[in-house]
């Protein structure tokens, strides 16, 4: 229990959202908050523009940029905060979904106009998954959104999560004029670009009070009483275990761009979020407070500068505490390791770091060493597990343009896949490479770095097949049957599991439901 104190004081957490929800601006007043930024427009530069979204090697150039937003690291009120950037564009849904599986909790920030869009489903399928705590921040009440009760009612629906409202809107576009914070009965009266100091809060004792009528007007204060009313008989208080468990979200409402709501949930979230946790292994539980280091690689961010080909694996600590030029053991290369120069993200800047604690986030050169769920110990055998791979939805056979170029090609595709860019296939008892991967933004940005890397000339071939499935069996005799009769469609992934390629959702039904002593996985992690 030597790291307790450290421990007790860390956040480490991701903003998510479907694009132009509003994350970019919430991150900003966050790290305003947090004193790491003093102005705004500060984070713009990690966006990425609508106008790039065809243009992969702009996007590739702003993810380059964001190397330094990838964590983003403040003080708030004595809690340490690491904020873990997601990248909006669905081409790189990949990148998000392992960076889900190194926080502790995350804020979805939903539209209030356009309420629950593709990503935000996608999003929160995988924080369901493993049960991430989730608080909802409903954004731009400023505009006319969807009435508020239908929308908590979308998200529950969508999103199979319980909600529990922990502010309440009072009306919204141009007639919007605060919220009542339920938990501290006070209303909070909106102001454009509020600093959120208290003079604009007014404590609330009895909803019944004439100040009411006289702040809001006879109108709207009858409509909050109701509101307020209905609200109290179906949610009651929150029960912060149902959230730590991943059960209900507590919702706030407000306005990022006008800073408004979002001190209330921030205060909220370094009250209720989870500390960093114990984690699960193939050996079982680590304890985040064993005296042990232990970590594990969540994403690997290559330079795309040919003349510069270090990469930096991100490593999150699980526990124990990480030094800088002390040997580590790479569990999976079964080898000792150590970093002179492991990075920090405070205040947005990369600075060399001496030690780091369970929840941190370390910045580590690569020069080839890491794949994405590498684990590192103090001497332990054993990996962390839940960094799965998904199904990816756009299959591709690479071609080779230079049989000169042959060996290059298989080493490029092997450190772009462990980067996690994409993932790799080989045909059953062939060698057709096929590549997987979740938009076709992808597939240029390998065919660019292997040619610019590599020297690697390549195009794709489309192949016919829309999901990956890996394949077990109890029974060893039916799944060499099954790979036998589907050859075909069988392929192995880089780790040398098994996977079903399925051509459409109805052969993968049929599929099932004629070998139903063989097991169709969504995910990789069944092993
Ligand atoms: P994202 O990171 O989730 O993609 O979204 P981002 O924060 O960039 O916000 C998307 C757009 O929504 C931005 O406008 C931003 O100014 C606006 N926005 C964010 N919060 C609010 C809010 O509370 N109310 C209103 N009305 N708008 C909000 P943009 O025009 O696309 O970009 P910009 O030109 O302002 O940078």
């Known amino acids: 229990m030597k790291y307790q104190q450290e421990i007790e004081k860390r956040r480490t957490f991701a903003i998510i959202s479907h694009p132009d929800a509003g994350k970019t601006t919430l991150t900003e007043k966050f790290l305003l908050f947090g004193g790491a930024i003093q102005v705004a427009?500060?984070?713009?530069s990690n966006k990425i523009k609508k106008a790039a979204t065809s243009d992969f090697m702009e996007i590739e150039r702003q993810r380059g940029i964001s190397v330094a937003t990838s964590v983003m690291s403040f003080e708030y009120e004595g809690t340490l905060i690491n904020l873990l950037d997601t990248p909006g564009h669905k081409d790189f849904a990949e990148d998000t979904f392992r960076t889900l599986t190194a926080v502790d909790s995350v804020i979805l920030v939903v539209d209030s106009v356009n309420g629950v869009e593709e990503q935000t489903r996608r999003l929160m399928q995988v924080c369901r998954m493993r049960k991430t705590p989730v608080i909802v921040f409903i954004n731009k009440l400023d505009r006319d959104g969807k009435n508020r009760f239908d929308l908590?009612?979308?998200?529950?629906?969508?999103?199979?999560?319980?909600?529990?409202?922990?502010?309440?809107p009072i009306n919204q576009g141009k007639d919007f004029k605060g919220v009542y914070d339920l938990h501290n009965k006070s209303i909070r009266l909106f102001t454009a670009n509020t600093k959120a100091i208290d003079e604009d809060t007014i404590s609330i004792s009895d909803l019944s009070s004439?100040?009411?009528?006289?702040k809001l007007g006879e109108r709207d204060a009858a409509t909050l009483r109701e509101d307020v009313e209905l609200i109290d008989g179906v949610y009651g208080e929150l029960d912060v275990n149902d959230y730590l468990s991943g059960d209900v979200a507590p919702v706030f409402f407000g306005s990022a761009i006008n800073n408004f709501g979002v001190?209330?949930?921030?205060?909220?979230?370094?009250?209720i979020s989870p500390k960093?946790?114990?984690?699960?292994?193939?050996?079982?539980?680590?304890?985040?407070d064993a005296d042990k280091f232990s970590g594990f690689i969540f994403k690997i961010h290559a330079n795309l500068d040919p003349k510069h080909r270090d990469r930096i694996a991100f490593l999150r600590v699980c526990s124990g505490r990480f030094e800088r030029n002390k040997y580590f053991h790479h569990v999976r290369l079964d080898k000792d390791v150590r970093f002179s120069n492991p990075y920090s993200f405070l205040a947005r800047e990369k600075n060399v770091v001496d030690d780091a604690y369970p929840g941190d986030v370390v910045g580590l050169f690569d020069t080839g060493n890491f794949k994405i769920g590498d684990t590192l110990t103090e001497g332990d055998e054993f990996f962390f597990t839940g960094i799965p791979s998904f199904s990816p939805e756009i299959f591709k056979e690479v071609v080779n343009k230079d049989p000169m170029k042959t060996k290059q090609l298989e080493k490029g595709l092997i450190q772009?896949?462990?980067?996690?860019?994409?993932q790799l296939f080989t045909q059953f008892g062939g060698n057709k490479k096929i590549i997987g991967c979740v938009g076709e933004l992808q597939f240029e940005v390998i065919q660019y770095r292997l040619l610019h890397e590599y020297g690697a000339s390549v195009i794709f071939n489309s192949v016919p097949f829309?999901?990956?499935?890996?394949?077990?069996?109890?029974?060893?005799?039916?799944?060499?049957?099954?790979?036998?009769?589907?050859?075909g469609n069988i392929a192995i992934d880089?780790?040398?599991?098994?996977?079903y390629l399925a051509q459409s959702e109805w052969f993968l039904n049929t599929e099932r439901t004629n070998n139903p002593d063989v097991e169709f996985h969504f995910t990789s992690e069944i092993h």
């Open 41 to 44: 427009g500060a984070v713009k």
């Open 152 to 168: 908590l009612e979308e998200i529950e629906k969508e999103l199979s999560i319980s909600l529990h409202p922990m502010t309440w």
């Open 210 to 214: 004439t100040v009411l009528n006289e």
């Open 263 to 271: 001190k209330e949930m921030l205060d909220t979230f370094i009250r």
């Open 276 to 288: 960093p946790r114990d984690r699960e292994t193939n050996k079982g539980l680590v304890k985040v």
């Open 416 to 422: 772009l896949t462990d980067e996690g860019v994409a």
């Open 466 to 487: 829309y999901k990956a499935c890996w394949i077990t069996s109890e029974d060893p005799k039916k799944l060499e049957d099954f790979i036998r009769f589907k050859s």
């Open 494 to 499: 880089k780790d040398g599991h098994l996977v």
